[in-house]
């Protein structure tokens, strides 16, 4: 039995195969061959940066902006009106204890100096005529007594004159700087108008700055704070500074708490109403570091509503994302407050958790 060639089965084979079959196995061939030589798609993991919850709620430095003053900066006036004789000092001036300042023209006070002295004399003289008589029996008890007291209120007017010409001159109430200058020779000034404003060098130099009220009630007195002049050099070491003082009630204009910080000795020039950048260290307890809010990035936070919200958080092996609900609150430092479903410790994707989706694989970015 003679064999055919596998050429002519081959086109035996196609001759008999409808002509509709062909082409479906034509595709088929063409599509293993595709198949064959196309690359491997690779599905890379979602990068993400993280933070974490812990982290958020030991935090406990603030920051503020604030003026460095003299520690006792005073305006210094005249007791009486009247007309400026001497101005003696200028703004910028250092000056010494005891040192004049400025006085006023002395006219109108030396008369009624002298004029005090006169009734004085004259009621000393009417005094001891008026004891003579009543010691003879010529006058009542009650002509002394009121001889006594108009001896006693010309005594007191005296007084009061010497003092109002003692102070019509402005002295350095200590060692000082003069650090503004309101008026001048010739100038008339009202009572209590300030003449010159005077810093005490010997109260040394602070930063005074305003915080909220959240803020402030953490910050007690001898806190250490750390402070940045403006003008310093970028590479400039912070001066240490430390909480003197925290005022009991908020500014009435701003609803904010003054913190006075002491500054130490240092080689910059310091000048009133220089700029400083102040960072606190709160004083927190256990119980208040316990209870302390935490807040979240806005980035961090999807489908709000109703105060209630959707974030994502790393599964233990750190290659996964969890989605959990969360309870918000009110929105604080740039970010929202968590007050519930947030687990201890948790690490909460901050950036890319809106491309996310529950049990997705991500790569945690630096």
Same mark, same amino acid.
């Given at each position: +039995?003679?064999?055919? @060639?596998?050429?002519?089965?081959?086109?035996?084979?196609?001759? /008999?195969? @409808?002509?509709?079959?062909?082409?479906?196995?034509?595709?088929?061939?063409?599509?293993?061959?595709?198949?064959?030589?196309? *690359?491997? +798609?690779? %599905?890379?993991?979602? *990068?993400?940066? /993280?933070?974490?919850?812990?982290?958020?709620?030991?935090?406990?430095?603030?920051?503020?902006?604030? %003026? /460095?003053?003299?520690?006792?900066?005073? $305006?210094?006036?005249?007791?009486? $009106?009247? #007309?400026?004789?001497?101005? %003696?000092?200028?703004?910028?001036?250092?000056?010494?204890?005891?040192?004049?300042?400025?006085?006023?023209?002395?006219?109108?006070?030396?008369?009624?100096?002298?004029?005090?002295?006169?009734?004085?004399?004259?009621?000393?003289?009417?005094?001891?005529?008026?004891?003579?008589?009543?010691?003879?029996?010529? !006058?009542?008890?009650?002509?002394?007594?009121?001889?006594?007291?108009?001896?006693?209120?010309?005594?007191?007017?005296?007084?009061?004159?010497?003092?109002?010409?003692?102070?019509?001159?402005?002295?350095? $109430?200590?060692?000082?700087?003069?650090?503004?200058?309101?008026?001048?020779?010739?100038?008339?000034?009202?009572?209590?108008?300030?003449?010159? !404003?005077?810093?005490r060098l010997d109260k040394g130099w602070v930063a005074r700055a305003g915080l909220p009220a959240t803020d402030a009630v953490h910050i007690n007195v001898g806190d250490a704070v750390q402070v940045r002049l403006d003008t310093a050099t970028a590479d400039a070491a912070a001066l240490p500074g430390k909480v003197r003082r925290v005022a009991?009630?908020?500014?009435?204009?701003?609803?904010? #708490?003054?913190?006075?910080?002491?500054? @130490?000795?240092?080689?910059?020039?310091?000048?009133?109403? +220089?700029?400083?950048?102040?960072?606190?260290?709160?004083?927190?307890?256990?119980?208040?570091?316990?209870?302390?809010?935490?807040?979240?990035?806005?980035?961090?936070?999807?489908?709000?509503?109703?105060?209630?919200?959707?974030?994502?958080?790393?599964?233990?092996?750190?290659?996964? /994302?969890?989605? !959990?609900?969360?309870?918000?609150?009110?929105?604080?430092?740039?970010?929202?407050?968590?007050?519930?479903?947030? *687990?201890?410790?948790?690490?909460?994707?901050?950036?890319?958790?809106?491309?996310?989706?529950?049990?997705?694989?991500?790569?945690?970015? *630096?």
């Amino acid at each position: +039995m003679k064999t055919r @060639p596998k050429a002519l089965i081959a086109s035996h084979y196609c001759a /008999v195969l @409808p002509a509709t079959v062909l082409p479906t196995i034509l595709c088929a061939l063409v599509l293993a061959g595709c198949n064959r030589d196309a *690359p491997t +798609m690779v %599905q890379l993991d979602q *990068p993400v940066r /993280v933070v974490s919850v812990n982290a958020i709620v030991d935090k406990t430095s603030v920051t503020a902006t604030g %003026q /460095v003053r003299l520690g006792v900066e005073a $305006p210094l006036s005249f007791k009486t $009106p009247g #007309i400026i004789a001497q101005m %003696q000092v200028d703004a910028g001036q250092r000056v010494a204890a005891g040192q004049v300042l400025a006085t006023l023209v002395m006219t109108d006070l030396d008369m009624q100096r002298t004029q005090a002295r006169e009734q004085l004399a004259k009621a000393e003289r009417d005094l001891a005529r008026t004891e003579s008589l009543r010691a003879k029996g010529m !006058i009542s008890q009650q002509v002394e007594q009121d001889a006594r007291a108009q001896r006693e209120m010309a005594r007191a007017a005296l007084t009061a004159a010497n003092f109002n010409h003692e102070q019509a001159v402005i002295t350095a $109430p200590s060692n000082g700087l003069i650090l503004e200058k309101r008026a001048d020779a010739r100038e008339t000034v009202a009572a209590g108008q300030p003449v010159v !404003i005077f810093g005490r060098l010997d109260k040394g130099w602070v930063a005074r700055a305003g915080l909220p009220a959240t803020d402030a009630v953490h910050i007690n007195v001898g806190d250490a704070v750390q402070v940045r002049l403006d003008t310093a050099t970028a590479d400039a070491a912070a001066l240490p500074g430390k909480v003197r003082r925290v005022a009991a009630a908020s500014d009435p204009r701003t609803g904010s #708490i003054e913190v006075e910080v002491g500054l @130490p000795s240092t080689k910059e020039r310091l000048l009133s109403g +220089m700029v400083a950048r102040l960072e606190f260290s709160k004083s927190l307890s256990k119980a208040t570091k316990k209870s302390a809010p935490v807040s979240l990035p806005l980035a961090a936070v999807l489908e709000g509503n109703a105060g209630r919200a959707i974030v994502f958080v790393l599964a233990a092996d750190k290659k996964k /994302v969890q989605r !959990i609900e969360v309870k918000t609150g009110r929105l604080i430092d740039g970010g929202i407050e968590i007050l519930d479903g947030l *687990p201890t410790g948790a690490m909460v994707v901050s950036e890319g958790a809106a491309w996310l989706s529950d049990g997705d694989a991500v790569r945690v970015l *630096p």
